[in-house]
């Protein structure tokens, strides 16, 4: 029974052999269901399936396995999440579709029944997606026939056997699609002819199905090599660096730890808000700042992230924009947030490009676990590539008065923002957990950057995110770029001492339960 396993399934184990995969994820908010829910749902799993040939039962769910399917249910408590999937033949895809619906319907019954303050979200992804090797399969939230039917319903199907269209594919199966519970012989045979010619099976999987793995030189815990500490170099392409996969053994089992580290989502990992003020009203342009937004939109579009941008906001803007980010319950499907953060800046603060400063307290207490309740529990990154030269705004007064008058509309309304921003950011002891910061320099520091080629800090980050991302976690991938920035502007300040100043960056870390963020980059996995 699952209560008294203690053993977990460290992969998906259903075999890839069969082409078609069907599956459910459900997400429940509201008041979420306890431990013992997850565990009963899997006894009634298998109480309702009793003549599968083949049954697995672990900690984290159950796996039947018949001649003509597989099907697996995997929960995980910490991240209220539970997934369904059913894999099977082309010609048994009608029986895999009733399989999955009654799985579901059964699901969505016993916890409204048992537990109704929870709200239950079903995702259904897309099984053509992973069928041609599309790594970011299309979701459709809350399908029609996810819903149970009432008394005397019978199952919800469409009737439409018409091919429909997915991304470039214009001419997909409708059974790939949505439920269909019957094909004629002529519709299997279309379904078996697209899938011999699209079917692209997972990279990792040999003729026995079973996982196979193989080392390379980069996969290997090693050291960081001292030779890959010269990024000063602004003449590379960083959009055209290769990212290196998550293939070591050891690394993927922890992705369902969650002692150890923080729950990451598959497909996606989760989403990334860029903000690069560029142009501002005072004081000209950023120069250099839209290659560090190219450089982390490129790494984190590989890395499995949905990439937000946002461009020249002012103080106002700023703050609205990251609270209406908090708002999007998109995020409750995502296991992470990151935040970068390109501007001007001064001790504590950043600049909108009206000059007026936004206080970082004021953008942390946006992002806690109150104000951000889909991130709750979750990791939330922020990365701030700003100069922190001055204590306060005396430094943005001064350039104000030096391009108009004292009594200019600019500098008073500079004054009454910095009354409010100091009102508001006047509470105590909110909530910080769950956040790694990681700053470009020190306090009363200034911040390198390249007007062709971007800033040192997200040039070396962007490089080591792609050769050390694989197996190492985040925190120690920012100590290692804490070091390499340290190191190369030092040189640089040794070349011509007029011009560099030594950079150090600075890691805020209060992640809770001593756990880790590992990327997984190019590791897909449901759990």
Partial sequence: M??????????????????????????????????????????????????????????????????????????????????????????????????????VHSTVKYVNSTWRASKITCINLCAHCPLVGEKRPKRFINPPWCRPPEDGESLPMTSDSSPGRCGTYREVPACLLHPTFQLSGDELQKLSDFVK???????????????????????????????????????????????????NQSI???????????????????????????????????????????????????????????????????????????????HNTYGMFFLFLFAHGANGMIHGVDSQPVYLTQIYSLINSTNFPNMAGKPKVVVIQACRVGNSVSQTEQNIQQSTNSSSPELSALRTHQQEAETSTGQRNFDVDDLLIFHSCFENSASMKFDYGGSLLIRTLVRTLHRHGCHRDLADLFDIVKHRVRKISGKLKERTPTVYVTQTPVVTNTLTGRRKIYLFPLFHREW
């Fill in 197 to 247: 010619t699209n079917y692209k099976p997972p990279d990792n999987i040999g003729h026995s199905g079973a996982a196979t793995h193989t080392v390379g030189t980069d996969d290997v815990l090693s050291d960081v090599s001292d030779e890959e500490e010269d990024t000063s170099s602004t003449s590379e392409d960083l959009t055209k660096l290769t990212l290196v996969p998550t293939t």
């Fill in 252 to 330: 993927k089992s922890l992705f369902i730890n969650t002692s150890k580290i923080y729950k990451m989502t598959s497909p996606f990992r989760g989403r990334a808000l860029i903000i690069n003020n560029n142009k501002y009203r005072i004081g000209g342009e950023r120069l250099g700042s839209s290659y560090d937004v190219d450089n982390t939109f490129a790494l984190f579009r590989k890395m499995g992230f949905e990439v937000v941008k946002q461009k020249d906001l002012t103080a106002e803007g700023i703050l609205q924009c990251i609270q209406s980010e908090t708002r999007d319950e998109i």
């Fill in 2 to 103: 699952p209560y008294f396993s203690q053993e977990y399934f460290t992969d998906l184990t259903a075999s890839r052999r069969q082409p078609v995969k069907l599956s459910v994820d459900m997400l429940f908010g509201g008041l979420t269901p306890p431990q013992y829910v997850y565990h009963q749902i899997s006894v009634k799993l298998l109480n309702d399936l009793q003549d599968c040939s083949e049954k697995a039962v672990r900690k984290n769910g159950v796996e039947l396995r018949d001649e003509a399917y597989t099907l697996q249910l995997l929960h995980d408590y910490k991240s209220r999440k539970l997934s369904i999937s059913v894999t099977s033949a082309c010609r048994q895809i009608g029986n895999a579709w009733k399989m999955l619906t009654t799985s």
